[in-house]
């Protein structure tokens, strides 16, 4: 167990979180990842607190964790990975640089990027040999910075899919990059501001579809 209740900080920052057992935040923010290394953690981390990526090793979180604060990815990658609950624990997701991926569940919100940064991705399958889908439960923003990368496998025509509850998209250009080069991103009626995804198709929400989807490319051409 690593219990946080008497760190005297605000933070603690470890080289790397693996293997499984409990966290304890005690209302603290925890920084992983200052070794570089690319670790698994399938235990649960819980109470209220934050949890904070850097390094550029990747943090693959497989447990329901139930922590109560925000996930910030600076640098290198976070993988959601479980089958229930929440990797990334009830709070909201900030990838402000580095990248978010994964086939697991994310209860709050999705922010990639941060409008004005070095660069943040959205890459479901990162780390898979296979196309992968990603659920977040709640709203998915992209911000000017952010890319959001898929694998297409035109063998079976599968590809990355991203399931939510509703796609933002905020001033300037996100992009979407495949494997024959990078897209821009255009609008969705209604939601959205007014023009044509391409190189991806949005399903927005309807009554007999309430979460919105990012599906692979369709036989249309971009303009």
């Not at 086939?103 to 409008?115: E, M, N």
């Amino acid at each position: 167990m690593l219990d946080l209740t008497n760190v005297t900080e605000a933070a603690m920052a470890i080289g790397s979180l693996a293997g499984d057992g409990i966290v304890l935040l005690a209302g603290h923010t925890l920084g992983v990842g200052n070794n570089n290394l690319s670790t698994t953690f399938s235990g649960v981390i819980q109470e209220s607190g934050a949890l904070a990526k850097a390094g550029t090793g990747t943090l693959t979180l497989t447990g329901p964790n139930s922590y109560i604060g925000t996930t910030t990815v600076s640098a290198g990658m976070i993988l959601a990975s479980n089958r229930s609950g929440s990797a990334t624990g009830t709070g909201s997701v900030n990838v402000n640089a580095g990248t978010l991926g994964g086939k697991g569940i994310i209860q709050g919100t999705v922010t990639i990027g941060t409008g004005a940064g070095a660069g943040a991705f959205l890459a479901p399958s990162s780390g898979s040999n296979q196309p992968v889908a990603l659920t977040i439960k709640k709203t998915l923003t992209f911000k000017a910075d952010s890319t959001y990368s898929y694998k297409l496998n035109i063998n079976n025509a599968r590809a990355d899919q991203v399931i939510s509850k509703g796609v933002q998209f905020k001033a300037g250009r996100s992009l979407v990059s495949n494997r024959s080069g990078i897209g821009g991103w255009s609008a969705a009626p209604s939601s959205l501001p007014s023009a044509t995804l391409r190189q991806m198709q949005l399903l927005a929400p309807s009554p007999t579809c309430p979460t919105a989807q990012l599906l692979p490319p369709v036989a249309t051409t971009s303009r």
